[in-house]
């Protein structure tokens, strides 16, 4: 719709869509309305019947099979907003804390001086997706009580995995940002439910899943009625065993191009590596993500979970502090971006 569309003018387009048989969803933006036609079969005639209404801008066919993700439906970016921190506008946002919660000294200890060196929401995992049955699955609610805990310390919002959509309503209760992790990425009924939940959600990338299927399934959860969505590149599996998984990079600027969702970068299940850590925060930077979901734990060598990976608090703190320049010339890229794309 044109900015200027009334309500009226809105409700009306809705009515000739529905009158053709399509199913409606409408994105509302700061300057304008999006309406989204929903459905099988030839659209034409219902598409050439609304961009003769008035105040309709355009008709667009949308040809990739992920509608309300792709950039065609939006062409500006989506700002995700968590506990007020704003994902995918002008700031770079870290994310930062242990693999797991262990315990109240644990997280406390994580939370302040992640905070203090500038991370602006928590991660810690309650529920543990694990290989091996015989490994530490998660505290489960306990985890997410100390996780609360641990927000009412530091003010730092919450970010925690939610492995099946039975505990979807128990941990939007704790979160503020709902972690789908990458082995659940095609949980239908998880996504599904997290459509449903009002919560934003971060979406991972599967271990062996193409962009498009990333991109199928944050489209499962916007088009349940969540486009609170930011996705995460974690590395995936290739031939390669010098690094955990492989990281994507290249696949974040295709991202970019193809969706207007916000991406961030998780170097830690990334490398495996915290040596490698930095220099992929570094490079996540530099190509234009929108923030870092990273791993740093008190005492790494202590980790009940991705202890190699971790980078002890003191690293962390240096990280973020020699990311500084480069998250400068971020924020001069971002406002060109911004110009060019009004
Ligand atoms: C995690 O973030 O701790 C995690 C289990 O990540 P992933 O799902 O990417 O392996
Ligand atoms: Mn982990």
Known sequence: ???????????????????????????????????????????????ESVEAMPQVEKAVRISAPYKFVSREFRPGKTQVVVDGVEIGGDEFVVMAGPCSVE???????????????????????????????????????EGLKLLARAREATGLGIVTEVMSDRDVDLIAEYADLLQVGARNMQNF???????RCG????????????????LMSAEYVVAHGNPNVILCERGIRTFET??????DLAGVAALAELTHLPLIVDPSHATGKRSLVPAVSRAAVAIGADGLLVEAHPCPEKAVSDGAQSL??????????ELQPWITLWKQMRVTETAAAV
Do not use: W
């Open 1 to 47: 719709m044109k900015p200027r569309a009334t309500k009226q003018e809105i409700q009306h387009v809705i009515e000739r869509i529905e009158e053709f048989g399509y199913k409606v969803h409408s994105i509302e933006g700061e300057e304008r309305v999006v309406i989204g036609v929903v459905g099988v079969g030839d659209v034409t005639a219902c598409l």
């Open 103 to 141: 315990n109240e000294k644990q997280i406390l200890h994580a939370a302040e001086e992640v905070a203090r060196a500038g991370a602006r929401l928590l991660r810690g995992g309650a529920f543990k997706p694990r290989t091996s049955p015989y490994d530490f699955q998660g505290l489960e609610e």
């Open 189 to 195: 009924a998880l996504l599904k439910t997290l459509g």
């Open 199 to 214: 919560k934003p959600v971060l979406l991972k990338r599967g271990l062996s899943s193409t962009i498009k299927e990333l």
């Open 242 to 247: 010098a690094t955990r998984n492989t990281c």
């Open 312 to 321: 002890d608090l003191r690293q962390f703190a240096t990280m973020m502090r």
